[in-house]
């Protein structure tokens, strides 16, 4: 659980430094006084990219090997 949250911090500084970089090199694009806001946001779909990638990530890892012929089982 613990992981989970440490997770979900680091994400929100990442999105907190991108909407920061956004206002500081464009900022037409957000005001200063929706930074905030966009950060929460941009945070939260930094987790959400990383919880998809960390699905993905268990889905290949546990997929089911097939026994391959020259392994330790197979007969001779």
């Known amino acids: 659980m613990m992981r989970e949250w440490i997770i979900f ?3 929100l500084g990442v999105g907190g430094h991108i909407a920061l970089g956004v206002v500081m090199h464009a900022p037409g694009l ?3 006084s929706t930074t905030g ?4 946001l941009s ?3 930094v987790y959400g990219l990383v919880q998809a990638g960390r699905g993905v990530w268990k ?3 546990h997929a ?3 026994p391959s012929k020259d392994g330790p089982n197979a007969s001779w």
Do not use: E, H, N
């Open 9 to 11: 911090a680091l994400c």
């Open 30 to 32: 957000w005001p200063w």
């Open 37 to 40: 806001f966009y950060g929460l």
């Open 43 to 45: 945070g939260l779909a």
């Open 59 to 61: 889905l290949f890892r």
């Open 64 to 66: 089911p090997k097939f």
